[in-house]
């Protein structure tokens, strides 16, 4: 075979005659669509040679094929990626849960970095960054042109120091500068405390490998301190960014007994994989409420959509992100990774989530809850009435268990409070 080579790069053509000798020795078992595309292969090593003769500035070959490697990656979709060793090893720094940063959770969008979530308690949740937002400046350099990658390492840094992200966001007309202050940042994915006697909520901020764990003492405590079992639970997962599979699969399988939880499917064979509840339910079956938003994504929508499929609990908020896919990391012979898309997960009725996200059964606005202002003057009441009649029973009503800070100032979790509240007064009539 004759393969013409504008500049005669060494490193080029034992590449790509390792791929035509891999080619020819499985042709005879291979269909003509999976056979190497040479015309491509020469283009490529064409405009590799021109790159080489022709740029402004000598660049080495080896920063060439990496920018050729993390392109080819990165066309596939938005979370395949190729990490250098210093890149991968921040992603391991990052998955200990505790670095330096600003404690968002973040894709590619159009260019621009877009904030799928801020995580609670972190410099970005006190500084009002949001989902959906989209960053165009980091410390006044445009993001667009860089790399994922190589704009989390720009909002990485050390604990103290300051950066300036410029960001915009839908609904307002111009810019929004935020100026926020690095910290350490220790993901805690299970917070828990009593709403209103007997009714808990569990807000689960991210899914690390011990949540689960975390969730079951987290009930326990809940019911340890409402001194009986609960008539209901609210079940946060709004901006959760996701986080381990198997994390989801587990929280779960805590609140069903039996059934298809979810299941994984790719183009290879070990690619499928599925995850099956065992029996036992953390609440006994008492009702569940789950919030979910624009900023639930992957590991969330897993939980949602398995508790939704099976009836288990009611889905409260809006639609969810829609990141219905599995990434493999595979670690190379240089140090580095490939972090690429290897199979979708669909929920047990076999739905697919990617880019269409979970529909909640009941649809919130996102709204605040503010008390009206009556300038100290109170409604007038029965009893204020001059020559009342009396009640017979000859004692007053009192109003137990008033609501907690959280819910008057929570839209959707005094929503998701009623909600339970209802459905046990449903229960206890039939």
Do not use: W
Not at 31 to 47: A, G, K, T, V
Request: glycine share 10%.
């Amino acid at each position: 075979m004759n393969l013409a080579f504008r500049y005669g790069n060494s490193l080029i053509f034992g590449l790509i005659m390792g791929l035509v000798l891999i080619s020819n020795a499985t042709a005879k078992s291979k269909s003509e669509s999976n056979e190497l595309p040479l015309d491509q292969l020469r283009n490529f090593s064409d405009i590799f040679s021109r790159i080489k003769s022709d740029y402004v500035e000598d660049v080495e070959d080896s920063e060439l094929l990496k920018h050729a490697i993390k392109g080819m990656l990165s066309g596939l979709d938005p979370h395949s990626s190729y990490l250098d060793p210093e890149e991968y090893e921040e992603l391991q720094i990052g998955t200990t849960g505790e670095f330096g940063g600003l404690g968002i959770q973040v894709g590619m969008e159009d260019g621009f970095v877009k904030v799928i979530s801020p995580i609670d308690d972190t410099p970005a949740y006190h500084a009002g960054i949001k989902s959906g937002d989209l960053i165009i400046r980091i410390d006044q350099k445009p993001v667009k042109g860089m790399t994922l990658n190589n704009a989390v390492d720009m909002m990485r840094g050390k604990p103290g120091t300051k950066i300036n992200l410029l960001v915009l966001r839908e609904g307002k007309n111009e810019p929004l500068t935020f100026v926020l202050k690095r910290a350490i940042i220790k993901v805690k994915s299970v917070k828990s405390h009593i709403l209103q006697k007997d009714y808990g909520y569990v807000r689960i901020s991210t899914f690390q490998s011990r949540t689960a764990h975390h969730l079951i003492e987290a009930i326990d405590t809940l019911v340890e301190d409402n001194n009986r079992s609960l008539k209901g639970l609210v079940l946060d997962l709004r901006n959760n960014p996701g986080g381990v599979l198997n994390a989801a699969a587990e929280v779960s399988d805590l609140f069903l007994n039996k059934g298809l939880i979810v299941f994984t499917k790719g183009r290879i064979k070990n690619s499928y994989f599925e995850y099956r509840s065992k029996p036992g339910d953390a609440l006994d079956g008492a009702p569940v409420v789950v919030l979910i938003n624009g900023g639930s994504a992957s590991a969330s929508e897993i939980v949602a959509g398995a508790l939704q499929d099976h009836k288990r609990a009611i889905l409260m908020g809006s639609k969810t992100f829609g990141k219905g896919s599995v990434q493999t990391i595979q670690e190379l012979r240089n140090g580095g990774a490939v972090k690429m898309t290897t199979a979708r997960y669909y929920t047990p009725t076999g739905r697919s989530i990617q880019a269409q996200g979970i529909v909640p059964d009941i649809i919130l606005e996102d709204l605040q809850l503010s008390k009206n202002d009556h300038n100290g003057i109170a409604q007038i009441k029965e009893s204020d009435l001059s020559g009342h009649l009396e009640n017979p029973n000859g004692k007053a009503v009192s109003v137990k268990d008033p609501l907690t800070k959280v819910i008057t100032d929570d839209y959707a979790v005094r929503e998701a409070l009623n909600l339970l509240k209802g459905l046990h007064i449903y229960q206890k009539s039939n």
